[in-house]
Every structure is written in C-alpha cells, then in structure tokens.
C-alpha cells in the first residue's frame, strides 16, 4: 500500500507564505538569459565568488606536436591541475593522460587540421559534439581567424560549433587567433572579440595589449579571458595578468608562461593571487619566489 502519509495534511508542514520566492541570479558577464545548464558549466569554470578564472591552456599539441614543457603532459602538467580552476586541451590527452577521478572542468579543444607547417587559419571542426558530451566537458573551444586567409571558414566552424553546443548546454569559448600579418593591437582585438561575441561566443579568449585592452573588454559583451602567448620572464607575465584583470578581464587561459616557468607550480599559485585577490605585480612576483625557493629545497 502506498505511504501517503507525506500528503496528509499536518499541522507541521510550512509554506512561508509571506516570504516571496527569490529567483537565483547569475552575475557571469552577458550569460543572465542562458539556460540553467549553460550557466552551472560555466559556474563551475569562473568562481562564483569573484566571475573569474584561472584556465591551463595546454593543447598546444594540436598544431605543434610536443611543445617545450608539455612533452609528458603526465609527469609535468598532472601535478600542477588541482591548482587550475579549469583544464583546456584535446580529446586525445584527456582520454590517455588524464585522470577520470580529475574533477576539474574541462575545456575542450574542437578544432584543428593544419599543423605549423601550412597555413593555420585553414581550421575545420574536429570534434563530434557528442564526443564531447561524453567526456562531460565545460566548455567547448576552437581558433577563430579574423582578417585570416580562411576567416570566413573559421567563423563558420564558431558557429556550428555554437549552435552545437546549445543543443547540449555546452558554453562556447571562442580563441581570437592572430596571423601573422596582424597587428595585436587594441583596435583588431576590439574587432575580433566584438564578432566572435556577436555571433554567439560565451566566452572569449585573446591576448593582451598594453594600449586599450580596457576598450577591448568594455566593448565585448561576454567574458574575456587573457591567452598567455610566448614565454616572458615570470614578473613581467604577472604584470601582465594583473593588468588584464584591472582593466576588465575575467580570468587568464595561460600556457607557456605557467609550464615553461622554472617553478610552474609557484607560478599558478601567483597568478591565482592575481586573479583571484588582485595581488600586486611586486607581490605576486615576491610570492612566487618564495615558493620557488620553497619547492627547491
Ligand atoms: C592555441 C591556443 C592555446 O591554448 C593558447 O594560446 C596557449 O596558451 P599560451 O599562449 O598561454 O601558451 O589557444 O592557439
């Protein structure tokens, strides 16, 4: 017989009549009409206590086989992940190299073809949309080419790429991928992110630059996040990183200046700083040699 004593009526059960019903918020820049599970991957890769994040950009191999730094992504890139808030690589590393236990967001890698050998911009999808339901992924990422000889290719694969993942609530990250012939400055990042948004991105990923980056987030209507490019000396990354987030970034997607630093694991820990509690270039850099130190005895 069925127990219907949960839908008796009892003296005991509260309604709260009077207190109105609050609707959740979600304060991620640009995501408040997406739906809920758009919005819980992308809680899960920005902190919902500052809408920010430190991303492990580590899918290099994509296009360049074993880059400096990632060439036992086991050995040297596993230990630094619990300090990433989220992961973006290939399909390939994530099903051979890393952890399942691993409980990290992943943002994953959905294009690819040519290497460093041709003509980069020459990108297709390279990833069933199912696959990446299947490895439970965040975040689904591609190059986009703006002014590049295949930009309208590469702007096409964003938005199939797109229109895929709202199919499954899956949040599109967008790369602002700079030829060769293009200038990284303010007025082309403000060009390339303002598209990629326009056309459906919920995130965008590009570079700094030391002139306007403050015009190039205020004029993109989704998160930026800052690529970490070519190595630099470790205080001048931080510096780096410190003034994307005070001029309007939402966190970093570094590769190169954190796993071909001298002391990654000091470094991640620095840059959390900086994005995360917006320690000063000096004081990052003054926390990172101590941990440095720390580490090597
Ligand atoms: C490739 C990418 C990379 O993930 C990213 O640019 C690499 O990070 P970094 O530049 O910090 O090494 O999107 O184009």
Not at 11 to 34: C, D, Q, V, W
Not at 217 to 231: D, E, F, L, N, Y
């Amino acid at each position: 017989m069925a127990d219907i004593d949960a839908v008796k009526e009892t003296p005991k059960k509260h309604y709260y009549e009077n207190i109105p019903m609050t609707s959740p918020g979600f304060s991620l820049r640009g995501a408040g009409s997406l739906d809920w599970g758009m919005k819980n991957r992308l809680a899960h890769i920005f902190s919902p206590e500052t809408s920010r994040t430190v991303m492990l950009a580590i899918d290099h191999g994509y296009f360049q086989g074993p880059t400096t730094g990632l060439e036992r992504i086991d050995l040297q890139i596993v230990p630094l992940m619990p300090l990433a808030d989220a992961i973006m690589l290939t399909r390939g590393i994530l099903r051979t190299t890393i952890p399942p236990a691993l409980t990290k967001p992943v943002v994953l890698r959905c294009s690819g073809g040519p290497s460093i050998l041709k003509e980069l911009s020459d990108e297709e999808l390279a990833v069933d949309i199912e696959d990446a339901v299947r490895l439970n992924v965040c975040a689904v990422t591609l190059q986009v080419f703006i002014g590049g000889e295949y930009e309208t290719r590469s702007v096409h694969n964003m938005t199939r790429l797109v229109d895929l993942g709202l199919r499954y609530g899956i949040p599109t990250m967008a790369v602002t991928a700079v030829g060769k012939i293009m200038t990284r400055d303010a007025q082309y990042l403000r060009l390339a992110c303002r598209i990629c948004a326009e056309l459906g991105a919920h995130v965008v990923k590009t570079y700094y630059c030391p002139e306007g980056f403050e015009t190039v987030t205020a004029s993109c209507p989704v998160p930026i996040v800052m690529a970490g490019g070519k190595k630099l000396p470790e205080k001048e990354a931080l510096t780096m990183a410190y003034n994307a987030i005070q001029q309007g970034a939402a966190g970093v997607d570094m590769g190169r200046n954190i796993f071909q630093s001298e002391a990654p694991k000091a470094m991640m820990e620095a840059i959390r700083q900086v994005v995360h509690k917006n320690l000063k270039p000096a004081e990052a850099y003054d926390l990172f040699l101590t941990l440095k130190q720390k580490a090597a005895k």
